[in-house]
T-cell receptor, first 112, second 114 residues
Framework: QQQVKQSPQSLIVQKGGISIINCAYE??????FPWYQQFPGKGPALLIA?????SEKKEGRFTISFNKSAKQFSLHIMDSQPGDSATYFC???????????FGSGTQLTVLP | DAGITQSPRHKVTETGTPVTLRCHQT?????MYWYRQDPGHGLRLIHY???????DKGEVSDGYSVSRSKTEDFLLTLESATSSQTSVYFC?????????????FGSGTRLTVV
């Protein structure tokens, strides 16, 4: 059973465009929602994170939008650059279970 | 990655042989995790540890065991490797006291079972 559903599986965007990746969850016990960025041959690295009491968080070109009632959250990458080409994972953390559950990943390609 | 080292980085082994992967941290973090990464599945939790000799099973623990005799080392053992265990394995650490629950991942071990 997949507790965090991520879409799309792959995404191709032109340089300067907006990349949008969506995630949905079922477990209301989740209380922390990070996004990870992974380059080939490397481990995932924390990119940005949000708590459910906040509807939006922005760090540079990266923004998380969070909809608690719909149990959905998304990552927006503004002014996408070729260097942003990577695999992105959404995740959800349950403090009670002390575990991080990942989505299936989105492979982003930004064309020059 | 700073503070966390996985070894070996690559390994090819035969079906039925035991394999041990090592995760070593220098951050003195309490929590350590083993994940496997497979296309279409993201990262799935195998086992985790809250401290020395304190471990528990994750989502995909069948065929795997772990040990943590020291804070800095978390070992993952495949008792009898199967082809379905061909994967990239990642170790992660988390600081108990951090307020952001952020995990730090190692660079991974690519395991091929032939």
């Amino acid at each position: 059973q997949q507790q965090v559903k991520q879409s799309p599986q792959s995404l191709i965007v032109q340089k300067g465009g907006i990349s949008i990746i969506n995630c949905a969850y079922e477990n209301t016990a989740f209380d922390y929602f990070p996004w990870y960025q992974q380059f080939p041959g490397k481990g995932p690295a924390l990119l940005i994170a949000i708590r459910p009491d906040v509807s939006e968080k922005k760090e540079g070109r990266f923004t998380i939008s969070f909809n608690k009632s719909a149990k959905q959250f998304s990552l927006h990458i503004m002014d996408s650059q070729p260097g942003d080409s990577a695999t992105y994972f959404c995740a959800a953390f349950s403090g009670s279970a002390r575990q991080l559950t990942f989505g299936s990943g989105t492979q982003l390609t930004v064309l020059p | 990655d700073a503070g966390i080292t996985q070894s070996p980085r690559h390994k090819v082994t035969e079906t039925g042989t035991p394999v041990t992967l090592r995760c070593h941290q220098t951050e003195n973090h309490r929590y350590m995790y083993w994940y496997r990464q497979d296309p279409g599945h993201g990262l799935r939790l195998i086992h985790y540890s809250y401290g020395v000799k304190d471990t528990d099973k994750g989502e995909v623990s069948d065929g795997y065991s772990v040990s943590r005799s020291k804070t800095e080392d978390f070992l993952l053992t495949l008792e009898s490797a199967t082809s379905s265990q061909t994967s990239v394995y990642f170790c992660a650490i988390r600081d108990r006291d951090t307020s952001n629950y952020g995990y730090t991942f190692g660079s991974g071990t690519r395991l091929t079972v032939v």
